[in-house]
T-cell receptor, first 114, second 112 residues
Framework: AQSVAQPEDQVNVAEGNPLTVKCTYSVSGNPYLFWYVQYPNRGLQFLLKYITGDNLVKGSYGFEAEFNKSQTSFHLKKPSALVSDSALYFCAVSSSSGTYKYIFGTGTRLKVLA | DAGVIQSPRHEVTEMGQEVTLRCKPI?????LFWYRQTMMRGLELLIYFNNNVPIDDSGMPEDRFSAKMPNASFSTLKIQPSEPRDSAVYFCASTYGVSPLHFGNGTRLTVT
């Protein structure tokens, strides 16, 4: 069965500092991994994805994520946080086996402090 | 591209009433997903369709919940009868193959 874990309910970081939001996953077959962001009263918006290829994936708004197969992790990173990055972040996984069922983690609230 | 369109945006109803949520996916997308978001349980997958056929409804909480996709441009999620614990934000999302999901803005359901 597929599963995704986001171990931190909330991450606080000072503006200008680097940020990391953690995600680990479990799937059968090759993983397809995604990060989404949610602002208040809105649907989720796609940030970046890993399907195959380079382990470091670059996405929207300066975000990037590193795929680590041995640790089954896909942590979201940004070198310099902005106050406007404050939002709810979700990691999601699908798989090459089966029928593209997308499972989401519980979400991590990122708070960037000015 | 108007995106995924959900209606209504807000629904307030009394316990025991029937509730129908609607979704229009992006044209050309062959997968459609229904999710429910609550503070306690996060984002739960309820059911998803491929080419209008339900693939996995194991996340549907009870027989009170049902979903249909009569054609490629429309899907409904129905709750009958509704209960206060069904209060949540319900999202519809669509995609093509393994591409990223496109989400609607959700329907906030309140059952009193």
């Amino acid at each position: 069965a597929q599963s995704v874990a986001q171990p931190e309910d909330q991450v606080n970081v000072a503006e200008g500092n680097p940020l990391t939001v953690k995600c680990t996953y479990s799937v059968s077959g090759n993983p397809y991994l995604f990060w989404y962001v949610q602002y208040p009263n809105r649907g989720l918006q796609f940030l970046l994805k890993y399907i195959t290829g380079d382990n470091l994936v670059k996405g929207s708004y300066g975000f990037e994520a590193e795929f680590n197969k041995s640790q089954t992790s896909f942590h979201l990173k940004k070198p310099s946080a902005l106050v406007s990055d404050s939002a709810l972040y979700f990691c999601a996984v699908s798989s090459s086996s089966g029928t593209y069922k997308y499972i989401f983690g519980t979400g991590t609230r990122l708070k960037v402090l000015a | 591209d108007a995106g995924v369109i959900q209606s209504p945006r807000h629904e307030v109803t009394e316990m025991g009433q029937e509730v129908t949520l609607r979704c229009k996916p992006i044209s050309g997308h062959d997968y459609l997903f229904w999710y429910r978001q609550t503070m306690m349980r996060g984002l739960e997958l309820l059911i998803y369709f491929n080419n209008n056929v339900p693939i996995d409804d194991s996340g549907m909480p009870e027989d009170r919940f049902s979903a249909k996709m009569p054609n490629a441009s429309f899907s409904t999620l129905k709750i009958q009868p509704s209960e206060p614990r069904d209060s949540a934000v319900y999202f519809c999302a669509s995609t093509y193959g393994v591409s990223p999901l496109h989400f609607g803005n959700g329907t906030r359901l309140t059952v009193t």
